[in-house]
């Protein structure tokens, strides 16, 4: 019996995204894990979209930046500005203080800026002339990249890039799947109507029950052993890093919560290995020359690693 919030919030931002339940429950399950997605594809497949009518459906608040060369990190956090009447200081809130915030484009603004995500999607803070101050919970970064555009791009490094839970690749849509598409958006924009269906209070009362889930000890040593084969690989250069692992085990435990099981089982773990673990591979130089994949080489390690039996 799947989780009824959770399907709530899915089936509602699918009366608005034609085709992508798959990619609309994996960004759910990296929110329930407190983790954050970015979302890779040519231009036009709905990712802004996407981003946006998960923000509806739990009614939570909903920031866009618009990702350029000359963006600086303070146009992300916020800035102070002296106040001549009242003699001091005041700080005006950038986007980054929202529930879901999404940053088109992350790959075309400079390093320096990109990192001022860093310690927002680490800890939940942002640290402004030596003021800490707390995020809004839930917060959900959604990150976009074009990977067909490289010229004056700057792409993320792999620091960053393991900050994110998982990486999605969206795909074109069906042919019928495109037809529905026409038809649902031909005389309004079905995304005007859409409403919340989930607080951002229960959001994260789900997060806190995402927590107390099962993890079998030989789900938690497949999880390790996959990272520690993906490090052993002769092709990779650096395999899956800690962080990996346990945002995999998270995953694992919110899509259990959504699917409206109490444990974790492996399936899940094979499920979620794309998503969680492809991007933070990497291959050696010689074998990226010879056009060898991240992709495959996690082909190989899944079907390597001993999957555990029942309990």
Known sequence: MRNSECDRVVENASRVVVGKRKALELMLAA???EGHVLLEDVPGLGKTLMAKALARSIGGSFRRIQFTPDLLPADVTGFSIYDRKSGDFVFHPGPVMSHILLADEINRTI?????????????????????????PRPFFVIATQNPIEMDGTFP?????????????????????????????FQEEDPLEDLQAVVPPERIVELQRERGGLTVSPAVREYIADLAAATRAHPRVRYGVSPRGALGMMRAAQSLALIRGRDYVLPDDIKELAGPVLRHRIILRQDERTRGASAAVVLDEVLAKVAVPGPA
């Open 111 to 135: 390093p320096r800026t990109q990192a001022a995500l860093l310690e927002s999607m680490g800890e939940f803070q942002v640290t402004v002339d030596g003021e800490t101050l707390l995020l």
């Open 31 to 33: 929110l329930l894990s």
């Open 156 to 184: 993320l490094p792999e620091a960053q890039l393991d900050r994110f839970l998982m990486r999605i690749d969206l795909g074109y849509p069906s042919r019928e799947e495109e037809v529905a598409i026409l038809s649902r």
